[in-house]
């Protein structure tokens, strides 16, 4: 039998990586890993964590204005866009230090380089060949700007975490979760805000209904929206940025940032040499036990392109260990995986869209209810909120519900084990809600939409 240095060798030490290499470390493989940026990757680096302090930063904003109709006189504050900064940075280095510790308290080891896949039981680090009875690879994506004239004066998501001063006037363009993200951001910090979607709405793929309301609701708070618009050259001029646009016209800013989407990070990694198959987008592709086409080599999480999200990442890492060193399936179940997009308010999503379910189950019941929130009674603000939930008919399974308000990503987490479960609309009903949340707006809507 050959000898390896390692059983495992992890190339990448984010959210997918790092959990596949505690897991199997602590079924008693000998693992190792190699991360050449930052512990913790994408996830605590530059994308969810950063993302949602800087999200909660730009709420503060509407909270001090809420607070007047509560009686607290508070005066107009100023923001200080550095202090942001400064403390987000401290929040990031203190969570790479704890993942640090993960892999060491597991008792793995981590090399602070680059690696490459020499061959199928050997990857290179810093000129030294290491070997390993299996490689996994966990690198993650990577924020894709398309090529055109100017587009080097874009900046990406990475960028925007570390942007030395706040922009007067800000350009979003893309339509996905980063971008619709990104602008709630910039537009509560106080830039003057656009975003730009290519197609006649943004945010494709969830429910319809979903993405009207929260658009409506961004205009409200001042994000100014623009669909079916696409930037076809950018210039610098004197005084900042000049786009030209699709429609011929142009819009002036101080910063343009492109989230048009994230390429998995699969270059110059010897995948294709070794001959490990990668799709026309770069992704690793994978069978059902995350094995790529060659049988030592695995992959996980955004490399191989599917949900590209953090939990989803880690599922795939629990399960990877429990079938590589407990010789026990732990399969992912890809189906109903909820998400939010951390808009503003925030959109939450776990199922089947309406359109979606109408293609799959045939006949559907639609559950809506908008209202405004009793907070916002109060408050003067005139944001509202959105919960609909999509009914299979024949099986009266609910299969889908979306919202829109204020941490909604806490209420559809709830309700995600509800679906997951199978509960039907006659659960929901027969279940008593808590008074007065708009949580209990999900037990209490009786009257489907015609
Ligand atoms: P998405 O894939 O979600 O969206 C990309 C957007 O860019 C789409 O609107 C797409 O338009 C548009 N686009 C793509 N190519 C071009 C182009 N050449 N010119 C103009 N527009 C273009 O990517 P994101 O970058 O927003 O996020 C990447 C992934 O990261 C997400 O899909 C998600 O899985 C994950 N993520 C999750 C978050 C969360 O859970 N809260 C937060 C952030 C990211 P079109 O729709 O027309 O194709």
Partial sequence: MASYDYDLFIIGGGSGGVRAGRMSASFGARVAMAEERYMGGTCVNVGCVPKKLFAYAAHVHEEVHDAAGFGWKIADGSFDWPTLVANKNKEIERLNGIYQRLMDNAGVTVLHERAVIKDAHTVTVGGRDISAERILVATGGWPFVPDFPGSELAINSNDAFFLERLPKRAVVVGGGYIAVEFAGIF??????????????????????????????????????????????????????????????????????????????????????????ALDANGAVKVNGNYQTSV???????????????????????????????????RPVDYEFVPSAVFSHPNLATVGYTEAQAREKFGAVT?????????????????????????????????????????????????????????????????????????????????????
């Fill in 187 to 276: 537009n509560g910090l106080g830039c003057d805000t656009t975003q730009l979607y290519r197609g006649p709405l943004f945010l494709r793929g969830f429910d319809d209904d979903a993405r009207v309301f929260l658009a409506d609701e961004m205009k409200k708070k001042g994000v100014k929206l623009c669909f079916d618009t696409d930037v076809t050259r950018i210039t610098r001029e004197a005084d900042g940025l000049r786009l030209a646009l699709n429609d011929g016209s142009t819009l002036d800013c101080d910063l343009v940032m492109y989230a048009t989407g994230r390429k998995p990070n699969s270059a110059n990694l010897g995948l294709e040499a070794c001959g490990v």
């Fill in 295 to 329: 049988p030592s080599i695995y992959a996980i999480g955004d490399v191989t392109d599917r949900i590209n999200l953090t939990p989803v990442a880690l599922a795939e890492g629990m399960a990877l260990a429990w079938h590589l060193y407990r010789d026990r399936e």
């Fill in 366 to 450: 639609i559950f809506k209810s908008t209202f405004t929130p009793l907070k916002h009674t109060l408050s003067g603000s005139k944001e509202k909120t959105l919960m609909k939930l999509v009914v299979d008919s024949a099986s009266d399974r609910v299969v889908g519900a979306h919202m829109i308000g204020p941490d909604a990503g806490e209420s559809i987490q709830g309700l995600a084990v509800a679906i997951k479960a199978g509960a039907t609309k006659a659960m929901f009903d027969r279940t008593i809600g808590i008074h007065p949340t708009s949580a209990e707006e999900w037990v209490t809507m009786r009257e489907p939409v015609a």
